[in-house]
């Protein structure tokens, strides 16, 4: 009868194997796991990110160029635009577009010899977490584009495996804390509520990965936890507990000191 409320595992077995071979994948061309040791998870901090001023497009050159450096990549020719605007969806002070067009949060594109081009949406630019989380997700698509195997499911899954890259070079509070955004908005004339999803993945599955990443680092949960919006400080302790789990099985001969 206890078993009744026994709570299930926020991924499933399929899901939480895949996430591992993920991790194997990119720790197998990235390095090793001496490489991945001698890195830091990315916080939301002056230590990370000490820009100021306007948010204008030199604040997202400057803060894309502190992404780039964070993810290793500061050396990689990469140019960075900005996207145009949405049409505006409101008509008239009472009506609205309803399904009107979104450009995505940013976009990546191989330019052979000259690098890669990254864009990204304007709305980013009142988001500065969004931003790095966009930044972060585009550089991940950048960094796997070169390995010389597909992810764990092919090509088909590469968006969705570039959400847990950008997490594996140590973005993972940013693409937590930004995966689902809820405001309210004003321009004077209307007022009203609006939300928007970020990313391809869940925020449990981004977590887990945070998880296994900081595990395999050496870093405790509490360093993500205090980070963390306080609605998810809960789903990353679960998530930690289920990842060492696995991490105990594959790993059983690992020290499980970090695993508090």
């Known amino acids: 009868m206890l078993g009744w409320f026994r709570k299930e595992a926020l991924l499933d077995a399929e899901l939480t194997a895949w996430q591992f071979d993920c991790f194997d994948w990119l720790l197998r061309h990235t390095g090793g796991l001496e490489a991945l040791r001698s890195r830091r998870l990315i916080l939301p901090t002056p230590e990370f990110f000490p820009q100021r001023g306007r948010h204008d497009t030199a604040f997202a050159e400057a803060v894309f160029q ?95 495996v570039t959400d847990l890259a950008a997490v594996y070079l140590g973005f993972g509070v940013f693409l937590a804390n930004t995966r689902f955004q809820f405001g309210h908005f004003s321009d004077g004339r209307v007022s009203g509520w609006r939300w928007r999803q970020q990313g391809y993945v869940s925020e449990p599955e981004v977590l887990h990965m945070q998880a296994i990443v900081s595990m395999a680092m050496g870093v405790p949960q509490q360093q993500t936890l205090t980070h963390l919006k306080p609605a998810l400080r809960g789903i990353y302790k679960r998530v930690w507990r289920e990842a060492a789990l696995v991490l105990r099985r594959r790993q059983p001969e690992a020290s499980t000191s970090i695993e508090k």
């Open 66 to 160: 502190q992404v780039k450096a964070h993810a290793g990549m500061a050396d990689w020719p990469c140019e960075l635009q900005l996207q145009e605007g949405d049409p505006n969806p409101m008509v008239s002070p009472h009506a609205f577009v309803e399904g009107a067009p979104q450009s995505p949060a940013g976009t990546y594109r191989t330019m052979g010899d000259e690098g890669a081009l990254i864009t990204y949406h304007p709305n980013q630019l009142a988001n500065p977490p969004a931003l790095v989380a966009t930044f972060a997700h585009e550089l991940a698509h950048y960094r796997t584009a070169r390995f010389p195997e597909p992810p764990p499911g092919g090509w088909d899954v590469w968006e969705i």
